[in-house]
């Protein structure tokens, strides 16, 4: 017998039959001997639907209400789960963020989880039920609903697989698990059988959506093993965990890409002490996040700065940047919003030399202008121009031998449809 802790995404629950064949699933589970816990997100797009209502009435709601708002999704889903299950024969019980315990700080729209208390989930457990707790939310010390911020859903999941001390956390999605590269751009794409919690963070943090940088923290402090596969079918996804650094493994593991950010330059910043911190400490202040950053050589007393920054909140960094421009006496900025940042990731560099040369090496033969490069000890990244993105992939993935046999079917997507994307936030 296993306690199992399950994960369904929206798209697995978006209508009555999809949440009836998550239910079949769970009573399946069950049956064959196992203690169950799901987690459940918002039913399709409900959250960007509320966020949508929220934004009808007040464009800039309290924080406060938007998450007392949001969380009302998560907690249809759950109840609508709970009635199919019972219906199918088993026992259910339902639990909002309160109802377990799931504390978290008051940071409202990006809380973090404090605490899961166990003795709700366990007691069910114990009364033969199948349990679902409503992801993306918890309860502040005053009581206060908080949410985790968009996506949150996997993080609850892991922290109850964490409260409970699950065997295992299974995180369903629409998709069959990690790739090597995003299987929509790169057709022989291949699904990743084991990834250590240390690459998974580095592909999650630079353009892996299938999850959350966050979640992938919290598996990794409190050893959740993770596996993530698809809702549509039986077949093995990807399992998370720590792994032997010692196992011969691949040099590059996957490639990575990332539309979602604009690179910032200034011009001719004075060449003094504590420029760099009055700019970056302005952006702080503000709450963005900063990513690359390159300061060129200075000549004649001023030198450039450029950086990348989430093209989300563009309007608020350039008036950051504008404020600090003047205050600096620099010459002027410019925004590109057209680049991508490209990445390998790969814990076998660690001990390979000459990684990154055979990156820079590949790109330049597809005649690629690389323009700010960063790296870490197991990740390799590149900002180049955005319509460049697919084809940096591609040369990358056969570059670093990664190519498998099998062709992707999935839908490919173009250039095009690639920047629509990313402008859109991915
Ligand atoms: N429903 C929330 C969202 O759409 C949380 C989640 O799906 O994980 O962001
Ligand atoms: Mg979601």
């Known amino acids: 017998m296993s306690l199992v802790v399950a994960k369904f995404g929206g798209t697995s629950v978006a209508n ?35 966020i949508e ?64 208390r166990a003795d709700r989930i366990r007691e069910a457990l114990s009364e033969d039920r ?19 911020g968009r996506g ?39 699904k990743i059988d084991e990834i ?18 966050r979640c992938v923290e919290f598996a990794r402090n409190f050893g959740v093993v993770v596996h993530c596969r698809s809702s549509f079918t039986d077949e093995p996804g990807t399992i998370v965990k720590e792994l032997d650094s010692h196992m011969e493994k691949a040099i590059v593991s996957g490639v990575t890409h990332d539309l979602s950010e604009a690179k910032f330059t200034i011009r001719d910043v004075p060449d003094s002490v504590g420029v760099a911190a009055e700019l970056f400490n302005a952006m702080a202040t503000a709450n963005l996040a900063v990513d690359m950053i390159i300061q060129n050589v200075a000549d004649n007393g001023h030198a450039d700065i450029s950086f990348t920054t989430p093209k989300s909140d563009l309007d608020k960094s350039r008036a950051v940047v504008a404020k600090v421009v003047e205050d600096l006496g620099a010459r002027e900025f410019i925004v590109d919003e057209d680049v991508a940042k490209v990445s390998i990731i790969g814990a076998g560099m660690k001990v390979n030399s000459g990684v990154a040369a055979k990156m820079f090496s590949a ?18 990244s590149v900002v180049i121009p955005a319509d460049k993105a697919i084809e940096a992939v591609l040369c990358l993935h056969t570059a670093f031998g990664l190519d498998g046999e099998s062709v992707f079917q999935e839908t490919q997507l173009s250039a095009e ?3 629509d994307k990313a402008k859109k936030g991915r």
């Open 16 to 50: 009555a039959e999809r949440v009836m064949s998550v239910a079949k699933r769970l009573v399946e589970r069950k049956r064959a001997g196992d203690q169950v816990v799901a987690v459940v997100s918002a039913m399709g797009k409900t959250t960007d639907e509320l």
């Open 53 to 116: 209502l929220a934004d009808s009435v007040n464009p800039n709601p309290p924080a406060r209400e938007m998450d007392i708002l949001l969380s009302t999704g998560e907690m249809v889903s759950m109840s609508i789960l709970a009635m199919a299950i019972e219906s199918l024969g088993e026992h259910a019980l339902s639990l909002n963020g309160r109802q377990v315990g799931i504390v978290t700080d008051s940071t409202h729209g990006r809380a973090s989880i404090r605490e899961v």
């Open 130 to 148: 199948i349990v679902i707790v409503a992801g993306f939310q918890g309860i502040d010390a005053s009581g206060d609903l908080t949410t985790l």
């Open 152 to 190: 949150g859903s996997d993080t609850t999941a892991v922290a109850i697989a964490s409260g409970i001390k699950a065997d295992i956390c299974e995180i369903y999605t629409d998709v069959d698990g990690v790739f090597t590269a995003d299987p929509r751009i790169v057709p022989h794409a291949q």
């Open 196 to 213: 250590s919690y240390e690459e998974m963070l580095e592909m999650a943090a630079t353009g892996a959506g299938v999850l959350q940088k």
């Open 363 to 380: 790109l330049a033969d597809a005649g690629i202008n690389i323009s700010m490069i960063s790296t870490s000890d197991i990740r390799t």
């Open 417 to 419: 449809e690639l920047a």
